[in-house]
């Protein structure tokens, strides 16, 4: 089976704190992404990787960035957090040429 | 950009068939994508369609339509357990897999 894991299920930081959120997959998926999900506004991408060291926007970067140095990890950083990048955070894998992507348990982070 | 439409609520009843919609706008489609998420839960992967037609899977069904930019998940004898939020996604070609979800809808079944 595919794991998914998220460095922490609930995450209370401070404003202008800098944050990381880390993500790893067990299955030498090639793709990896981040989504921030809040109500009425469905999963939304942050950023993804391709491979080490690649990354793409997704559709709400800003704020955000990532880092992916070994194939298996996934790195978001909140540089200076802010109130408003208080949502659940979903980490998925996928394998390369194929669309099953596989979610971690999510990080609820507030920030206060 | 894309943009999706599904309905935020739906109710059934237990043993019922219940269909959720997706209507979707892009440029450059590849193909449609269904999740599943239980409250508290992960979304988990449900199924996939890149040409038109029903694909089904057990009580799960999925339709395509690429003519009319629309697509159905079908829930068949309907359990308690279904009760849960589903995400259609969409994939664009000419990227790297990247899908764009919808705001979901939520299903409650009720005995």
């Known amino acids: 089976d595919v794991k998914v894991t998220q460095s922490s299920r609930y995450l209370v930081k401070r404003t202008g704190e800098k944050v990381f959120l880390e993500c790893v997959q067990d299955?030498?998926?090639?793709?990896m992404f981040w989504y921030r999900q809040d109500p009425g506004l469905g999963l939304r991408l942050i950023y993804f990787?391709?491979?080490?060291?690649?990354?793409e926007k997704g559709d709400i970067p800003e704020g955000y960035s990532v880092s992916r140095e070994k194939k298996e990890r996934f790195s978001l950083i909140l540089e200076s957090a802010s109130t408003n990048q208080t949502s659940m955070y979903l980490c998925?894998?996928?394998?390369?040429?194929?669309?099953?992507?596989?979610f971690g348990p999510g990080t609820r982070l507030l920030v206060l | 950009g894309q943009s999706l439409e599904q309905p935020s609520e739906v109710t059934a009843v237990e043993g019922a068939i219940v269909q959720i919609n997706c209507t979707y706008q892009?440029?450059?489609?590849?193909?449609l994508s269904w999740y599943q998420q239980h409250d508290g839960g992960a979304p988990t992967f449900l199924s996939y369609?890149?040409?038109?037609g029903l694909e089904e899977t057990g009580r799960f069904s999925s339709f395509l339509s690429r003519s009319d930019s629309y697509g159905y998940l079908l829930l068949q004898e309907l359990q308690m357990k279904d009760s849960a939020s589903y995400f259609c996604?969409?994939?664009?070609?000419?990227?790297?897999?990247?899908?764009?979800f919808g705001i979901g809808t939520k299903l409650q079944v009720i005995p």
């Open positions: 998925a894998s996928s394998l390369a040429g194929r669309e099953t992507q596989y």
């Open positions: 299955m030498d998926h090639e793709n």
């Open positions: 990787s391709y491979d080490v060291k690649m990354k």
């Open positions: 892009t440029s450059g489609f590849y193909g």
């Open positions: 369609n890149a040409l038109d």
């Open positions: 996604a969409v994939r664009i070609s000419g990227g790297y897999q990247k899908v764009t």
